[in-house]
């Protein structure tokens, strides 16, 4: 009954900014570490960027100092700002959440489906 939705992709120029959100909803006691995965055709999925419940983050190198990650908890929302735009950056992002269903259960892996950015140059 956990369900994660992002937003925010589009077509946008090399250069530009877009930005991602991930709502999660359903039963949700808390969410431990949330993050952006990425996808390109042909390519192996990779992590972008992951951010823990403190407020913690990692990103891949390939977009350090150019994509932001941050969370809302009170809104079990995730969000990754993109800037300084790429067209190697296409992919399909997914979102990803570790979230709690209750006290004592173990946290459970989420996925988003998915919603496509595309860079042109």
């Known amino acids: 009954q956990v369900q994660l939705v992002e937003s925010g992709g589009g077509l946008e120029q090399a250069g530009g900014s877009l930005r991602l959100s991930c709502a999660a909803s359903?039963?949700?006691?808390?969410?431990?570490?949330m993050g952006w995965h990425r996808q390109a055709p042909g390519k192996q999925r990779e992590l972008v960027a992951g951010?823990?419940?403190?407020?913690?983050?990692n990103y891949a190198d390939s977009v350090k100092g150019r994509f932001t990650i941050s969370r809302d908890n009170a809104k079990n929302t995730v969000y990754l700002q993109m800037n300084s735009l790429k067209p190697e950056d296409t992919a399909v992002y997914y979102c990803?959440?570790?979230?709690?269903?209750?006290?004592?259960?173990?946290?459970?892996?989420?996925w988003g489906k998915g919603t496509l950015v595309t860079v042109s140059s």
């Open positions: 359903g039963s949700i006691f808390s969410i431990d570490n």
């Open positions: 951010i823990s419940s403190g407020g913690t983050t």
């Open positions: 990803r959440a570790e979230v709690k269903r209750s006290r004592f259960s173990r946290a459970m892996e989420y």
